[in-house]
Structures are given as C-alpha cells and as structure tokens.
Nanobody, 117 residues
Framework: QLQASGGGLVQAGGSLRLSCAAS????????MAWYRQAPGKQRDLVAR???????NYADSVKDRFTISRDNAKNTVYLQMNSLKPEDTAVYYC?????????????WGQGTLVTVSS
C-alpha cells in the first residue's frame, strides 16, 4: 500500500528528497508521517502531516526537514536539507488509509539514508 523511495548516500550538508506513494483501492488518507530507525535504536517519529496540511516535527530535524503531501497523488514527501551523519537511518513512511473495509494504519518498506561525514 505504501512504497517509499529516494534514499541514498549523501555527504554531510547535502540534501535528499524522499517520496512515499500510496496505492490500491483508496477512499481517503488521513495523517501521513515519516519515521526513522538507526541501527540499534528504536523507530522514532520524524515528521507528520495531516490531510489539511498541518505539520509537526521532531526537534532534531526542525528547520532542516520539510514534510509535504500531494493529496491528488496520494503521496507524501520529506525534503531533507543540511543533512548530518546522525540522520543516517532507515526511513519509513506511515499513513492512515481508508479503503473498502475501513481505515487502517500502514507502513512502507523503508528506504536507507546514509550521511557521510
């Protein structure tokens, strides 16, 4: 249901843009979010966006990352600027998707972001 893309290797100070597209029989999508999980650590919220466009961010990424969405394309984006080595993690998208059988929470497969110093 959720397919993430856009990860890769980048030098510190660089930028990457992640995308996550929802597919299938979709009636509506409420909140969408990006989480990340570094090796040996728990999965943490990076940013969240409501259907209406309200956003919130983890303190560690404020003023560097921007979450956005295109409701017509059922896609959420994460623009990551001024990347730091500590941003290295697998990034997962997450969404509350309503379909024929109700509203469920889905995870994407994860995309690896590696920031070299």
């Amino acid at each position: 249901q959720l397919q993430a893309s856009g990860g890769g290797l980048v030098q510190a100070g660089g930028s990457l843009r992640l995308s996550c597209a929802a597919s299938g029989s979709i009636f509506s999508i409420n909140d969408m979010a990006w989480y990340r999980q570094a090796p040996g650590k728990q999965r943490d919220l990076v940013a969240r966006i409501t259907r209406g466009g309200r956003t919130n961010y983890a303190d560690s990424v404020k003023d560097r990352f921007t979450i956005s969405r295109d409701n017509a394309k059922n896609t959420v984006y994460l623009q990551m600027n001024s990347l730091k080595p500590e941003d290295t993690a697998v990034y997962y998208c997450n969404g509350d998707i309503g379909g024929r059988y109700g509203m469920y929470n889905y995870w994407g497969q994860g995309t690896l972001v590696t920031v070299s110093s």
